[in-house]
């Protein structure tokens, strides 16, 4: 049974940093790709970041440079690094898995203030 179970979000002030973890059960090496997604208030749910089983990432505009997606293959763990946060990074945060089919977490809240 497939299991995608994130953690790390909270509440931080602009211009700080919280990473982001996603625990794969099986194997992360199940999946073709592993991503992030986020969903503000009002607004559709948008690719954050993904990234490869050969470590090929893809970034959306607005987190180029501040945000890095990594995997762990050994701990079957996405993470992903949130620097320099601002008050519109603020959404609900779910992992993604890409194979035959495709799986969510169940997201993770993050909140960042002003």
């Known amino acids: 049974q497939v299991q995608l179970v994130e953690s790390g979000g909270g509440l931080v002030l602009a211009g700080e940093s919280l990473r982001l973890s996603c625990a794969v059960t099986p194997s992360i090496s199940s999946f073709n790709a592993m991503a992030w997604y986020r969903q503000a208030p009002g607004k559709q749910r948008e690719l954050v970041a993904k990234?490869?089983?050969?470590?090929?990432?893809n970034y959306a505009d607005s987190v180029k440079g501040r945000f890095t997606i990594s995997r762990d293959n050994a701990k079957d763990t996405v993470y992903l690094q949130m620097n320099s946060l601002k008050p519109e990074d603020t959404a609900v945060y779910y992992c993604n898995a890409i194979g035959l089919r495709t799986y969510w977490g169940q997201g993770t809240q993050v909140t960042v203030s002003s």
């Open positions: 990234i490869t089983p050969g470590s090929s990432r």
